[in-house]
Every structure is written in structure tokens, then in C-alpha cells.
């Protein structure tokens, strides 16, 4: 398990190398001028030879992009911010504390309520409590995220008032935003966990552990949940780098000076710097996600987990099985 | 009464499903003694399964709901338990061994777990005992105990059901339930697991409600035999009643459709047709557009099951009024018209073509 875990953060490497090449290339092509944005509207042509040359934008862009990543492998230098001449390491460091928080706690969020939701579902099917809850989880998972945290926003902070509408602060300045960002997730872990528990209950293993005399509750959560566990984790990794992907949105709209923020900030004002290192923490985490993904289908399932180990246990060498660590 | 270990009074089960009400058991009796094995026999469809999973009080509802009739063991109403009175009577007084091994352990759960937890559920013992006592039964049922740390899919589907087994005797259950237990079994292997069960069933002493379609497995391993079809009990006896004495045109049917190593045949003699839709049971006698011996009476009117015999059953009309019960080969075919037996099933295109013929040669 160990050397699995291993190889493929080693694997992350090279991921994360593609990556920074395409940020770094669509950085290059896309239009406008870091140094005539610096300079503001009146500059003479050797100011702006100058600053090109300062900002490190006159050599051969090969010669940039080997240099950039020199930096980072060398010495984790994200370079610095055209805009706020400070290390981009910095400035992400000063921030990544909230996105993070907000990350996390819509991840619990996300999981707690989705997958409570989703086997209250699966179990009392086709009674009032089931038709309510899919029916909800469908309009939300249609409704765009941006429309939703204007709306809560609208009615919970400027109508009842019980929410700021912005900023960071205690708690309350969460709850927004973090239900906000977790409802999308929410309703597709609800409908997965729903359906993924309604295939396993109907399993002949399941009414083999009812034969045996064991007690509905354990039915249902030792023997059915935990088979259920693979097609849920599965929604529930996509779901989280979406939720680091797309936390730009809420803490735009909610102005949650994150790490989206900055990323966004970076794009407005062309900070290449900003932005390369901003997407490079991103889909660090990501790639931490994926991995983190993996490793929690090998506890769930232990057919998956004697692919992982390799062919040191017996009888592992199956068809099938492969498509299904992957899947 | 209450001298029977199981005590199955008019059972009546039926799915209510979207496309129309499915009688899958329709008032059904049986008894079952203390150490006695009981062979359910019939055709896929017949309602083994619902009747063996009625004694567990296991029918999935909904769809299914059992409709009436009791099913007493040792004297109590097994319909009328209370939750916990049920999760104590599973797998400790009746266990069930179940028609498909390859299905029928969680994948997720190693063996000796998967045995240990139903030891853990009915017996007072720590974790360690139970585990330690499901390692025995897996040197019981002839799977070393060293691999009971391993997970159903790394082992074969003989040494799953073997599990299985070993999981249903885990309690020392007085009535075990055991549906095509050698079904999904290849022949060699069957042998093997019919042995190991005659034995441990000895050993504990219990009581078996074998269901199976296999009358060779059923010569071997039981006393009383149940012939069943389309949710009724077509005849019932000991094992020389239905063997030796067969009463029934559907029990014949079944007989001859075993391919025989002494007669050198072209063709099988199956019975004819299929198995009613449970949903459609045809009017009368359940069997009665397959049987070469069907009048007016049998599409018209149920037939009762009647004593043939000292502890034989049989349902049919024809039985106990004289009427020689061939099956249509040639000869058959001619003693029932020399018995003047009235032909008048439209389905029954075997026996019309020879009354044709008949009357071509008057």
C-alpha cells in the first residue's frame, strides 16, 4: 500500500509539470500586456524596454518557462507578483488558510448531509420523506451556484438579516457561503447514495445477513452502506475538486478574500506569476484529492485493495477488476 | 400438534407487483419432524424459494405479503414474531443456506467474519471466541482455517458454498433451509457437498427442508418428499410413496423426464408446455394444460388433495377412481382409451392426433 501511495505521488510530479506548461502557454497567448498594465497609460518606449526586462519578459519565452520552473523546483519560488511586488508564495500562503477552511468544511458539509439524506432516501423508498428529498436534490443540482448565493444572499442576509452578506469573519460568515458551496455537491451525493444503496439492499448477500439474524440497523449500515461506499466516493472526489476548482465563485460573490479571489484578481491585472502559482496550488490539491480518492476505495473495497498491494496475496489476478480501480 | 418442529398451515403468498398480483404460494401445508429431512420439489417458478423464505419470515415487502395461513415453530407463530423475537430466530433456530454462493457472501467482509457474526449474534461469546469457533467451522466444512482471513472473491464457488454452509451451521440450527444448495455446483463438487451436509446434518442433529429440482438428489438425501407446482403441493409421502407409488401425473412427468441409461432413447420426454404465469394460474386444476389426462373436471374444478395411501397425498382428480396412470407413450396412450378416459384439453394435441387415428382405423 505504501509503495502505491509512493509511486503515485511520484506520478504527481510529471502532472503537475503539464500543467504549469499549459497555464504557462495560455498565459502567453492570451492578449495584453503585463508591462504597458504596470506602467499605466503614459510611458516612453525605453520605460517600457525597461520594465519588460525587469519583469523578465524580454528573453525567449522556452527560456522563461525552464527558468520559472527552475525557481520552483529549486527552491518552491513561485516568482513575484507583477502586481503587488510581493512572493507569490506569500500572498497564496496569507490566503490558502481560508479557502481551505471553506473547502473542508463544505466537504463535511457535503458528506454528512448527502449521505444521511441519501440512505433516509434509499431506505424509506417511494414514501413522502424519499419523493421530497430526490425532488429537491434535482432542482438544486440544476441550479447554477453563483444563482444560489445570490438568492440565499438575498433572502437570508438582506431580508431576515440572520447572515452577514460578505467578508470573513466568526462563524456566521461560513454558514453562507459553505451551504452555499456544499448544496450542488449535496444533491449529487443524495442521488448516488440513494441509488447505490437501492442496488446493494436488493443483493442476495443482503438478505443473507438478514437470514443470519442480524438487526435491521446493521443491515443497513455494516453490510449495505459499506458496500454502497465505492460509487459514492467516487461522486463525492469529483465533487470536491470541484469544490476547490470552483470556490472562486463563492468567494466572489461572497468576497471571501481566498485563494479564488486571488486567482481572479491575477487574471484582471495579467499577474503571470499570481496566476501560475495560483493554478499550480490549486491542482496540487486536486491531485492530493484523486489520490486521497483512491486510497479511501482500497478501505472500502478490499478487492481493489489486493490490486494495489499487487500480486502478493492470492488469487488477485482477476478481469474486471482493474476497470474497476479505475472507474 | 405441536409435536412437529415446523408446522406450515395453509400459506398463501402473493407479490402485488405493476403488472397484476403473482400467486407464488397458494395455501400450502407441511410438517416437519426433528431430524427429518423434507424434499421440495418442482419446476423453476414453482414457489420453493418464497416458501422457504416465509419460514424465515424474510418475503421482501413490498411487493410480497403473505396473504394468511401460519407457520408455527416449535408451537409459535413465526408471522406473528415481534423484530427482536425474529433476529433471535434467524440463523439460530432456522438458518437458511441460499441457492447462489457466488452472491450470497458480502464481498466486502472476510469468511471467517462473515461465519463469526452470526456465532456473535446468538451465542454469549467475546469477538475472539466467535472468530475462533468460525475457523472451526471452517475446518469443519473442509476449508482450512488459515484462509478464513481471506475475502469471498479470492476463493472458488464450490469453497464459497462450503462457506455458505458452514455459515447456516454456525448456530447448530434445529430446521435448516436449504435451497439448491448444489445447484450452481458442478457434479463432482455436488456429490462432495451432499456428503458434507448428510453428515454435519447428523452431527447436529437437525431437521432439513431440502429444495431442489434434482430427483437423484433427492433419492439420496430424503425421507418425506414434497412434489410442488405452481404454488400447490401436487403430492406428498415418503420417499417410497412418491418413488415407488407415484400418484400423481406431474410427479410421473417429473420421473420421466430423467434420461434413463438402460433405454436407448432419441429424445427426452419432457413435459410438455410450460409452467403457468403465477399471475395467469389457469382455471381448475393448476396442471391441467400439460396433462395428457385432463377432462372437462380438471378445467373446471381444483382438485383436493386426497389420502392415497397412509401418509400419501396426492391432488388430482383422476387418482383413487381406477384410472391407470400411464404417461403417453404408445402404450399408455392405448389403456387410456380402452379406459374410455375423455380427451377434450384443445392443448393436448399429442392425444387428439391419436383419437383421429383411432377413429380413421374404426
Redesign the interface.
Known sequence: MTKYVVKRLLIMIPTLLGVLLIIFAINKMIPGDPAKLALGSNFTQEAYEAKRAQMGLDKNVVIQFFDYVKGVVTHFDLGTSYDTKRPVSGMILSRIGITLKLGIWSCIVTIVIGVAIGILSAVKKYSVIDYVMTTLAIIFSAAPGFWVALMSMMVFCLKLGWFPAGGMGGWRYMVLPVLCMALSPISLVVRMTRTSMLDVIN???I??????????RNVIFK?AF??ALIPIITVIGAQLTMVVGGSFIIESVFSIPGIGMLLLTAINTRDYPAIQGTVLVLSFFVCIINLLTDIAYAY????IK?QYVGGK????K?KGEKQDAKA | MSEHLLEINDLDVQFHTMDGTVHAVNGISLEIDPGETLGLVGETGAGKTTTALSILNLIQSPPGKIEHGEILFEGRNVLEMSEAELHAYRGSDVAMIFQDPMTALNPIYTVEYQIAEVIQIHEKVSKEEAIEKAREMLEFVGIPAERGCEYPHQFSGGMKQRVVIAMALACSPKLLLADEPTTALDVTIQAQVLDMMNDLKKKFNSAMLLITHDLGVVAETCDKVAIMYAGKIMEYGSLEDIFDHTAHPYTEGLFNSIPSLDEDVERLKPIRGLMPDPSHLPEGCAFNPRCPYADKLCQSAEAELQEVGPGHYCRCHHVNKGVPMYFPDEKGNELAYQHGLPVSNPGNDFLEKGQKGEKADE
Open positions: 443483493q442476495d448477500y438478505r443473507t445477513a438478514r437470514a443470519k439474524g442480524v438487526a435491521e453490510h459499506r458496500n472500502a473495497d478490499p478487492r489486493s496475496s492470492r488469487g488477485l482477476r
